[in-house]
T-cell receptor, first 115, second 114 residues
Framework: DSGVTQTPKHLITATGQRVTLRCSPRSGDLSVYWYQQSLDQGLQFLIQYYNGEERAKGNILERFSAQQFPDLHSELNLSSLELGDSALYFC??????????????FGEGSWLTVV | AQKITQTQPGMFVQEKEAVTLDCTYD???????LFWYKQPSSGEMIFLIYQGSYDQQNATEGRYSLNFQKARKSANLVISASQLGDSAMYFCAIAPQGAQKLVFGQGTRLTINP
């Protein structure tokens, strides 16, 4: 158990819909990262938050957004869903803002299927 | 930009044998970290081992060790005395100093045969 909690574990939804994925980081970790894993793209970094502020952005679509709340949990919002958004979405957390010796721990992922 | 190359899409190893999973990387950053993760069929991403670019010694964590050759830009994972439960996808990743994101390789699927 990595200590990073993600919900829901599985989600099936229709095209055009909106979903929210939730993540609770490890106790004491201030950084939260979101990654997408798909068969064609592999593991792609989406976005990072540190202590409530956005710190880095990767290949995140405009239809996607995220935020980190004062209690440090984070949510990834996916809207106007398309079939190609079907993927495993990971949340990860670390103590600091960069790897700098910090280990980055991943949650179990949220499987999203868009039909 | 950073890049990770894992040249072995699949490997088959007999139980109890040692196995080496290859990872080469490309970065122009002087300081960086290298990570290995295991992903079993259940999908979770499990952290295995970390190596900093300025670490003098190769990292070890139980049965896992990292053969770090900085000049060759390689960071191979060595699993000693493999077990059936080691069957999984293995990902190598790099995070340069000052950057927040991990860049992953395509992974190696390891199958341990009894």
């Amino acid at each position: 158990d990595s200590g990073v909690t993600q919900t829901p574990k599985h989600l099936i939804t229709a095209t055009g819909q909106r979903v929210t994925l939730r993540c609770s980081p490890r106790s004491g970790d201030l950084s939260v990262y979101w990654y997408q894993q798909s068969l064609d793209q592999g593991l792609q970094f989406l976005i990072q938050y540190y202590n409530g502020e956005e710190r880095a952005k990767g290949n995140i679509l405009e239809r996607f957004s995220a935020q980190q709340f004062p209690d440090l949990h984070s949510e990834l919002n996916l809207s106007s869903l398309e079939l190609g958004d079907s993927a495993l979405y990971f949340c990860a957390s670390s103590v600091g803002t960069t790897h700098a010796g910090n280990t980055i721990y991943f949650g179990e992922g949220s499987w999203l299927t868009v039909v | 930009a950073q890049k990770i190359t894992q040249t072995q899409p699949g490997m088959f190893v007999q139980e109890k044998e040692a196995v080496t999973l290859d990872c080469t990387y490309d970065t122009s950053d002087p300081s960086y970290g290298l990570f290995w993760y295991k992903q079993p069929s259940s999908g979770e991403m499990i952290f295995l081992i970390y190596q900093g670019s300025y670490d003098q010694q190769n990292a070890t964590e139980g049965r896992y060790s990292l053969n770090f050759q900085k000049a060759r830009k390689s960071a191979n994972l060595v699993i000693s005395a493999s077990q059936l439960g080691d069957s999984a996808m293995y990902f190598c990743a790099i995070a340069p100093q000052g950057a927040q994101k991990l860049v992953f390789g395509q992974g190696t699927r390891l199958t341990i045969n009894p």
